[in-house]
């Protein structure tokens, strides 16, 4: 599976900004999808997740802000990210768990996740 994440730039803080993961193939409804960032001088940490079962898993630190959804038919996933804060600039990397580990947990793992993309950047100024 190839993934390739587009849609970063550079914002303001407290806009919004729109992330897309597409797969060379699917159905992404049996795959855990994943994003995770990485930001200069750290390692890379989860961000969010969306199982095979299409439940939605997020990081302390963006949840309530950042979405990630879904769609099959584009084998698409996106991140919406929102109130964007200075603190989310990263690298921000879709992954593929295929075929998908059942536990729950593995979801938060940068181990579990078998493809990813090359990264885009996100940039949020002050």
């Known amino acids: 599976v190839q993934l390739q994440a587009s849609g970063g730039g550079l914002v303001q803080a407290g806009t919004s900004l729109r992330l897309s993961c597409a797969a060379s193939?699917?159905?992404?409804?049996?795959?855990?999808m994943g994003w995770f960032r990485q930001a200069p001088g750290k390692e890379r940490e989860f961000v969010t997740a969306?199982?095979?079962?299409?439940?939605?898993y997020y990081s302390d630190s963006v949840k309530g802000r950042f979405t990630i959804s879904r769609d099959n038919a584009k084998n698409t996933v996106y991140l919406q990210m929102n109130s964007l804060k200075p603190e989310d600039t990263a690298v921000y990397y879709c992954?593929?768990?295929?075929?998908?580990?059942?536990?729950?947990?593995?979801?938060?793992?940068?181990?579990?996740?078998?493809?990813w993309g090359q990264g885009t950047q996100v940039t949020v100024s002050s």
């Open positions: 992954a593929a768990d295929v075929p998908p580990v059942a536990i729950a947990s593995s979801r938060r793992t940068i181990a579990s996740y078998d493809y």
């Open positions: 193939r699917g159905p992404l409804n049996r795959y855990n």
């Open positions: 969306i199982a095979w079962t299409g439940t939605t």
